[in-house]
């Protein structure tokens, strides 16, 4: 009886053990900011910055390319920050980003001092919020090419609910 016992308290012990590893992991990988960071243009847009996350996207998940003409990786942790989360990191032109869930633009225009847009991107964009990154912080010319650095918030039909925070080049 007492080896049966024993046995029962160290396979929970092992069970336990073999466990923590994974939770920290996962725990790790929630707070991961990489992805959220480049969201918000930390760094700034360039080749190389688009290039690393790029990268860090496709170590953990294959692209589903059929929507919005863009990349979309879904990745098998959460990332969030300041209460908005997200699972899916998204690459389209000169973007990169990724999708929040609901409908969110105002609370992250809000959130990030980004102010309504002027247009409606050609009907792609139902909401959307931005704000050019000040000059310091713009890429060094040829990192980028010619044009802006924005923080953008949108919302549209084809994002599905969701809302995207990406960060944005526009070429001159």
């Known amino acids: 009886m007492l080896i049966t016992k024993y046995r029962h308290c160290s396979f929970l012990a092992s ?5 923590l590893p994974a939770a920290s ?3 790790a990988s929630s ?3 990489t992805f959220f960071d480049a969201a918000l243009c ?5 080749m190389m910055s688009a290039t690393e996350i790029y990268d860090a996207a496709e170590k953990l998940a294959k692209p589903e390319t059929s929507s919005l003409g863009a990349a ?14 997200s699972d899916e990191v998204i690459f389209a032109n000169s973007a990169v980003g990724i999708l929040i869930k609901g409908l969110r633009s105002e609370e992250l225009a809000a959130k990030y001092d980004l102010t309504p847009e002027s247009s409606e991107l050609l009907g792609t964009s139902s909401k959307g919020f931005s704000r050019e ?5 713009q ?8 044009g802006k650095v924005s923080i953008v918030a949108r919302e549209g039909n084809g994002l599905e609910g969701k809302t995207l925070l990406a960060c944005e080049f526009v070429p001159d």
Do not use: C, M, N, V
């Open 72 to 85: 979309i990786y879904k990745i098998p942790h959460q990332i969030g920050r300041d209460g908005f989360d």
């Open 42 to 46: 930390s760094p700034p847009y360039s």
């Open 133 to 137: 990154l000040p000059e310091h912080l």
């Open 31 to 33: 707070s991961d900011p």
């Open 139 to 146: 890429p060094a010319p040829g990192l980028a090419g010619p």
């Open 15 to 19: 069970a336990i053990i073999a466990f």
């Open 25 to 27: 992991s996962a725990t």
